[in-house]
């Protein structure tokens, strides 16, 4: 008995020091509230608008926000000025395509170098299919065969060209407009520019270098091409639910995807796996849903020009409403974290926290979740987080065969292992009252982008 006692003694006095660290831990966190509110307030505002604003108007599904703005777990850029800057991703759906992988449609996704989880090649099956709206300067053109294709073993493939043609349409319906669409009084300035990477990925960025509420935009239709006017209407929905003036100076990029159906493998993959979370209807739900196909190929392909990448940016929007406020706000104190001490070697990104804590969520219980707080969780997910780096594996949630960690180098992975397991055992040391004031959102520097396209009014 005597022995017994010292035991539930022994429980009790670890039990006790358990609960200590989790107040403590509750207690850092809560110095991040007002800011984590604010934050969460300005997304539903903009969802909600933009929301609204597709029920009633179908033009704008070629133009999908996607990201952590509108997932509601962005981290908003908080300048010493107190002007809050936030940065929103689209994808622009290009509406002259569409992928399966069958016979039906004008292009079929195959694997030209073998098996790629989670990534693809486009064979051309009816080129006719295959336009782009009339743009001017499209007219230039001398060859569309060999701006839009690649022959690759006797048989056509889209390319990534056909994306570089429809930034030129962007930057022709942007300069189009400049200068007959803005408040000209105001010298507002707009810029857009493409990131200049080895292998082409065309992620337009639009600079908004005055704030949004003063721009005044035209309907879709008076711009020369449906998908931008598409955006712009979105954009001006956005300007009219900023709920205050310090809301200023947005950063846009645009992303233009193909729409494509899911692979049947993939679809049934995700009906029969074993999950807590989401619930059945929402699983459902999912898999109803198309995907989109972005021009991002993998490190190691050989031909980076014909290698397109999977997204499932419509179904991540539609988990991220299955996720809870607090645990959204979890979320941003890591990605915070990360901003701030995982910059050396610089390959963890706000994708990869986001696809820890869908994994995390998944194996979490019911009841599990119910007693769970902001602490337990943080701590949850660093956890998984040193897991997936000791097993250079980071699973992508619905293509769990696409390791996003395969490319990057042992050295790497360890170091930052080490890190985030000392992050881990000295939390709140890290948990620091400037946390959101200094990891903020990563400067846009200039020798980034080359530039394409700039207009001062």
């Given amino acids: 008995m005597h022995y017994s006692n010292k035991i539930i003694d022994v429980f009790r006095f670890f039990n006790q020091q358990r609960m200590s660290q989790l107040l403590q831990l509750e207690k850092a966190l809560f110095k991040y509230d007002n800011f984590l509110l604010l934050n969460m307030a300005q997304h539903k505002l903009i969802f909600g608008a933009i929301k609204e604003q597709r029920i009633f108007n179908q033009l704008c599904k070629c133009v999908l926000p996607v990201g952590s703005m509108f997932e509601g777990c962005h981290i908003a850029e908080c300048p010493s000025d107190g002007h809050i800057s936030q940065e929103m991703d689209f994808m622009l759906i290009l509406p002259d395509v569409t992928a399966s992988e069958g016979d039906t449609e004008a292009l079929k996704f195959v694997s030209v170098e073998g098996p790629n ?18 743009t001017p300067v499209l007219e230039e053109l001398f060859d569309p065969l060999a701006m839009l294709y690649e022959i690759h073993n006797e048989e056509l493939f889209l390319s990534h060209k056909f994306v570089r043609m429809f930034e030129r349409r962007v930057e022709y319906a942007v300069s189009h407009v400049m200068g007959t669409k803005f408040a000209g009084s105001r010298g507002l300035e707009l810029g857009m520019k493409r990131k200049n990477v080895h292998d082409f990925y065309p992620v337009m960025t639009i600079f908004f270098r005055e704030p949004i509420h003063c721009l005044i935009w035209p309907d879709s239709t008076g711009w020369p091409d449906s998908a931008l006017g598409a955006l712009f209407d979105t954009l001006s929905v956005i300007q009219g639910s900023q709920s205050t003036t310090a809301w200023q100076n947005q950063i846009i990029d645009i992303a233009p995807a193909i729409l494509c159906d899911v692979p049947t493998e993939i679809k049934a993959a995700w009906l029969k796996r074993k999950r807590y979370w989401p619930d059945l209807k929402l699983v459902e739900k999912i898999s109803d849903l198309q995907c989109y196909l972005l021009a991002k190929p993998h490190p190691f392909t050989t ?17 991220s409403s299955a996720i809870k406020p607090w645990q959204k706000q979890t979320l941003m104190v890591l990605k915070a974290l990360r901003r701030k001490y995982l910059q050396e070697p610089k390959f963890i990104a706000s994708y990869h926290l986001k696809t820890v804590l869908f994994w995390v969520l998944e194996s979490m219980p019911d009841k599990t979740q119910e007693s769970c707080c902001r602490g337990t969780l943080l701590k ?47 939390l709140l040391l890290y948990l620091t009252e400037d946390l959101f004031t200094t990891a903020i959102t990563e400067e846009r520097e200039e020798k980034e982008f080359q530039q394409t396209y700039w207009g001062v009014i």
Avoid at 381 to 402: G, M, Q, R, T, W
């Fill in 117 to 134: 989880p989670g990534y693809v090649n486009l064979k051309v099956l009816d080129a006719t299919q295959i336009t782009l709206q009339d």
């Fill in 303 to 319: 031909n980076k020009l014909l290698e397109w990448r999977f997204s499932f940016s419509s179904a991540e929007l539609l988990l």
């Fill in 380 to 426: 949850r997910l660093l956890e998984e987080l040193i897991s997936c780096l000791k097993a250079k594996n980071l699973p992508h949630f619905f293509i769990p065969e696409n390791n996003m960690f395969r490319h990057y180098e042992d050295k790497d992975l360890l170091t930052v292992q080490s890190k985030v397991q000392d992050m881990r055992e000295n």
